[in-house]
């Protein structure tokens, strides 16, 4: 154990020494090169990790390279570290891959530092092998094990691949607003759609994100759709992960509205790598892996009917419509024999202060109680016996209200 300590700490020391003095006043190429060769695999999944191989101490891919070899021995605060390290080069977790893979060497700069695929022609490995042109091996006293050196060669003859990238899949619709199947009784004033990663702002517009009306009918399909025109389609800029279909200015009648998402076709959605849209849905988040398939989610806008709340009114809005055809001085029905609720004032008589026919405890308007008056409890489908009315089902919450506030002011003609 004491040996061992001794050895490492020794192999630091040297390694600190040589890489300083031959890698200084380096020349690094760009940045833009390393971030490219970073960014190439954008959809790869990371491969396993390969297990150490005999005899070498960590396992043949970039992380275990990183934590078994450049933090320890090369990534020490007095070299390969910070922000202005030695030759430019910086060895520490989040840096090394940048700095390593199809860069020039600022020693040999027709030859780059890992050329991925190619461990012969890698200075790294020339360096840990002793074989480079210029200066010495590395580290000094050559203490890195052969079996540990074609572990360093075998991640770069398999393709030198930073197995930290978290592997993205296609980009996803995570969110829609309004959300999918919602039931609107206004109509919203935009449509925000959330995608799971920065969008490729120059592929959202009028071609990639659509509104479409039903026509009035709920079919998509009957040839009478109508297309929204938006205010404008954008992406904030505060978030590109998000696009704006703005309604401002647009009146959306009564209808089902389809929005579309485009992953299919000539014009698609795309992130910043040109992965199209995953968008199958309505679930969210859309797709179904692989990239490619249209979102489509629907809303519905019903405007609530407003109901003046005097007996003409409800008479044109709901006695005469909904009830009349079975509660009229000709067509008593269901065994009721005495409601006819054909105009206002056959209705003001049939129902203020008559009782109940099916439940003798009410009677069918008591002028300043809706609870108690047997009419509501019909509507509300709260009443002792029979159905609700209409017995085609229940009327909206404000043709109720509106019959309950009649009846709460006195239940006047
Ligand atoms: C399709 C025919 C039909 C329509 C439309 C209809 N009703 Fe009725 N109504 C009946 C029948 C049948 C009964 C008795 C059986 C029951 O209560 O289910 C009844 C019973 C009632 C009673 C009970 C009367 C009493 O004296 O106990 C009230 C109140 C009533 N209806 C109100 C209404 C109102 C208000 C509407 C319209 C919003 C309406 N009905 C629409 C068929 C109808």
Request: aromatic share 4%; net charge negative; charged share 10%.
């Given at each position: 154990m004491g040996r061992l300590n001794a050895k490492y700490s020794l192999t630091k020391t040297l390694a600190v020494l040589v890489v300083a003095g031959l890698l200084a006043a380096c020349n690094i190429q760009t940045y833009d090169d390393a971030v490219a060769s970073i960014q190439g695999g954008g959809n790869t999944p990371p491969p396993e990790p390969p297990p150490p191989p005999p005899g070498a101490s960590f396992g043949p891919n970039f992380s275990e390279i990183q934590s078994g070899l450049f933090t320890p021995t090369c990534a020490t605060s007095s070299c390969h570290s910070g922000g202005n390290p030695p030759a430019g080069l910086n060895l520490e977790a989040g840096s090394s891959y940048a700095n390593l893979v199809g860069i020039a060497s600022s020693q040999e700069p027709g030859t780059q530092r890992v050329n991925a695929g190619n461990p012969d022609s890698s200075y790294l490995v020339q360096k840990l092998e002793g074989t480079a042109a210029t200066g010495t091996v590395m580290p000094p006293s050559g203490g890195i094990a052969p079996a540990d050196i074609d572990v360093v060669r075998q991640w770069i003859s398999a393709g030198a691949v930073d197995d930290t990238v978290v592997a993205q899949g296609p980009i996803q619709v995570t969110s829609l607003m309004p959300v999918p199947d919602a039931n609107l009784d206004a109509q919203p004033s935009q449509i925000v759609a959330g995608f799971s990663r920065d969008l490729d702002v120059s592929t959202i517009n009028a071609l990639t994100f659509t509104l479409t009306s039903s026509g009035g009918d709920g079919n998509f399909n009957s040839g009478n759709e109508v297309s929204v025109t938006a205010a404008s389609i954008s992406v904030p800029g505060g978030n590109q992960a998000s696009a704006v279909f703005d309604l401002a200015g647009a009146t959306l009648a009564d209808d089902i509205y389809r929005v579309t998402l485009f992953g299919d076709g000539a014009n698609v959605i795309m992130d910043l790598d040109a992965n199209a849209l995953d968008g199958e849905g309505p679930g969210l988040?859309?797709?179904?892996?692989?990239?490619?398939?249209?979102?489509?989610?629907?809303?519905?806008?019903?405007?609530?009917?407003?109901?003046?709340?005097?007996?003409?009114?409800?008479?044109?809005?709901?006695?005469?419509?909904?009830?009349?055809?079975?509660?009229?001085?000709?067509?008593?029905?269901?065994?009721?024999?005495?409601?006819?609720?054909?105009?206002?004032?056959?209705?003001?008589?049939?129902?203020?202060?008559?009782?109940?026919?099916?439940?003798?405890?009410?009677?069918?308007?008591l002028p300043g109680e809706p609870d108690n008056s047997y009419l509501v409890q019909k509507m509300q489908g709260t009443a002792s016996a029979g159905g609700v009315m209409p017995p085609s089902g229940m009327l909206g919450t404000a043709e109720i209200d509106a019959v309950r506030l009649w009846i709460s002011n006195g239940a006047v003609r």
């Open positions: 988040p859309s797709g179904d892996g692989s990239a490619g398939g249209n979102f489509i989610a629907q809303f519905t806008i019903t405007t609530p009917v407003v109901v003046g709340a005097t007996l003409d009114e409800i008479q044109a809005v709901i006695f005469t419509p909904s009830c009349a055809s079975c509660h009229s001085a000709t067509g008593n029905t269901g065994g009721i024999t005495n409601l006819d609720l054909s105009n206002a004032d056959a209705s003001l008589m049939s129902l203020v202060d008559v009782p109940s026919e099916q439940d003798a405890n009410f009677v069918r308007v």
